[in-house]
T-cell receptor, first 113, second 116 residues
């Protein structure tokens, strides 16, 4: 069935290093993707989104890359900080549809001092 | 602007008891969602409202779960009777217009339910 999955459940990086979180999706019709960050005890918080007509989108310290050929997207965090420690979810949808937003299972990012 | 408000933050009940969660979305947001997030998993949609009408409740266990949004603003999610597997965080989210599409969902902090 449809799924949005992550390659690694946990990721540990040194403070100051760059982080890369990967996500695979299976629905080739999906054309809109979002990354959410969820800190302990809080709800998911929007980080960045990308539409399928783009391959790359940059935000503040974050970059999302989309490879539609292999149905893969990644979230890159530059100069990772302790405050970046959280679970990161990718989610996908089809613009203009009533289809629900589908979340992956998440990657726990831990920033080491 | 104020965020999505949820209460209670924590609730512990025994199986077969009932529980209700409340959500107040961001002012002006027409669409409201209830998600269930089991520990270690991503959020799963339970029900989606557009104003006070249900858009999608296909994954809501209707034999025990119910939700309403009578005046198109606040919403309540009820579980009766609760089962052990209902232990989860119940997240409420809202968005400005219909459909998750390009309209970013804003989530509340969630209500953590523990069923003993």
């Amino acid at each position: 069935g449809e799924s949005v999955g992550l390659h690694l459940p946990t990721l540990s990086v040194q403070e100051g290093d760059n982080s890369i979180i990967n996500c695979a999706y299976s629905n080739s019709a999906s054309d809109y993707f979002i990354w959410y960050k969820q800190e302990s005890g809080k709800g998911p918080q929007f980080i960045i989104d990308i539409r399928s007509n783009m391959d790359k989108r940059q935000g503040q310290r974050v970059t999302v890359l989309l490879n539609k050929t292999v149905k893969h997207l990644s979230l890159q965090i530059a100069a990772t900080q302790p405050g970046d420690s959280a679970v990161y979810f990718c989610a996908e949808n089809i613009l203009g549809s009533a289809r629900q937003l589908t979340f992956g299972s998440g990657t726990q990012l831990t920033v080491l001092p | 602007e104020a965020g999505v408000a949820q209460s209670p933050r924590y609730k512990i009940i025994e199986k077969r008891q009932s529980v209700a969660f409340w959500c107040n979305p961001i002012s002006g947001h027409a669409t409201l969602y209830w998600y269930q997030q089991i520990l270690g998993q991503g959020p799963k949609l339970l029900i989606q409202f557009q104003n006070n009408g249900v858009v999608d409740d296909s994954q809501l266990p209707k034999d025990r779960f119910s939700a309403e949004r009578l005046k198109g603003v606040d919403s309540t999610l009820k579980i009766q009777p609760a089962k052990l597997e209902d232990s989860a965080v119940y997240l409420c989210a809202s968005s400005l217009v219909f459909g998750a599409g390009a309209n970013v969902l804003t989530f509340g902090a969630g209500s953590r339910l523990t069923v003993l």
